[in-house]
C-alpha cells in the first residue's frame, strides 16, 4: 500500500465511449502525475500537476484531458480513444519542494489496465 | 536529464546477492541516483536514493564511487518476490523539469 489508490483497476471501453480515471493521494503530497506504460515499452510521462496547475503536457494528444480538483485528486478523462491507447496508466504523487523543484521519490497507485476495444 | 545504462536482464538464485550495476556517465553535479522496483502490472516502487558513497535501508543498499559516473544496487539474499524491473534514475530535483526518465530498466529473474 503506497498511499495512492487508483479506480478503476481494470476498464474496457469502445473507442466512441468517454470514461475517467480516478486516483487519489494520502501522503499529504502537493504534486501529482499520469504516466502510461503500454507493453514492453517504458513508462511515458503524460502530464504533471504541481500544486494543482498543471505544469507539464507531454504532447499527449487531446483525447486525454486531466483534471486536478484538488492536491490529493487526480482524474484522467477520456474520449473517442483508439485501439493503440490500451495500457496501463499509472498515478504518482511525490513533494514539490518550490522552485520548480520535485522530488525524484515519487509514489505510484496500482494502475488502470485500459483495454480499448 | 542524465542517460543512464542498465543490463536488460539478470538471473540468480534464491538466497544469492545480486548487485546491479548502473552507469551515467553525465551525471551532474547536482544529479541524485534513485532506484525503483516495479512488479509486472503494477506501479515503480520507489527502492533507495542517495548523491555519494554508501546508502543502506531495510531493503537494499546503494554504492556510489567517488566519480559518480556508476552506482550498484545491491539486494541482500534475494527471494523469489524480488523477481521484478530496477530502474535506475539519475536527476536533480532542481532544473531538470518533471520527467522521470524510467528508461528499459533491468528485468530481474529469480529462481530456485
Known amino acids: 500500500e503506497t498511499g495512492v489508490t487508483q479506480t478503476p483497476r481494470h476498464l474496457v471501453m469502445g473507442m466512441t465511449n468517454k470514461k475517467s480515471l480516478k486516483c487519489e493521494q494520502h501522503l499529504g503530497h502537493n504534486a501529482m502525475y499520469w504516466y502510461k506504460q503500454s507493453a514492453k515499452k517504458p513508462l511515458e510521462l503524460m502530464f504533471v500537476y504541481s500544486l494543482e496547475e498543471r505544469v507539464e503536457n507531454n504532447s499527449v494528444p487531446s483525447r486525454f484531458s486531466p483534471e486536478c480538483p484538488n492536491s490529493s485528486h487526480l482524474f484522467l478523462h477520456l474520449h473517442t480513444l483508439q485501439p493503440e491507447d490500451s495500457a496501463l496508466y499509472l498515478c504518482?504523487?511525490?513533494?514539490?519542494?518550490?522552485?520548480?523543484?520535485?522530488?525524484?521519490?515519487?509514489?505510484f497507485g496500482p494502475g488502470t489496465r485500459l483495454t480499448v476495444t | 536529464l542524465a542517460k543512464t545504462t542498465q543490463p536488460i536482464s539478470m538471473d540468480s538464485y534464491e538466497g544469492q546477492e545480486v548487485n546491479i550495476t548502473c552507469s551515467h556517465n553525465?551525471?551532474?553535479?547536482?544529479?541524485?541516483i534513485t532506484w525503483y522496483q516495479q512488479f509486472p502490472s503494477q506501479g515503480p516502487r520507489f527502492i533507495i536514493q542517495?548523491?555519494?558513497t554508501k546508502v543502506t535501508n531495510e531493503v537494499a543498499s546503494l554504492f556510489i564511487p567517488a566519480d559518480r559516473k556508476s552506482s550498484t544496487l545491491s539486494l541482500p539474499r534475494v527471494s523469489l518476490s524480488d523477481t521484478a524491473v530496477y530502474y535506475c534514475?539519475?536527476?536533480?530535483?532542481?532544473?531538470?523539469?518533471?520527467?522521470?526518465?524510467f528508461g528499459k530498466g533491468t528485468s530481474l529473474l529469480v529462481t530456485p
Open positions: 534514475l539519475v536527476g536533480a530535483t532542481s532544473n531538470s523539469g518533471y520527467a522521470l526518465n
Open positions: 553525465n551525471i551532474a553535479t547536482n544529479d541524485y
Open positions: 504518482a504523487s511525490s513533494q514539490e519542494l518550490g522552485g520548480g523543484r520535485v522530488s525524484y521519490e515519487q509514489y
Open positions: 542517495g548523491y555519494k
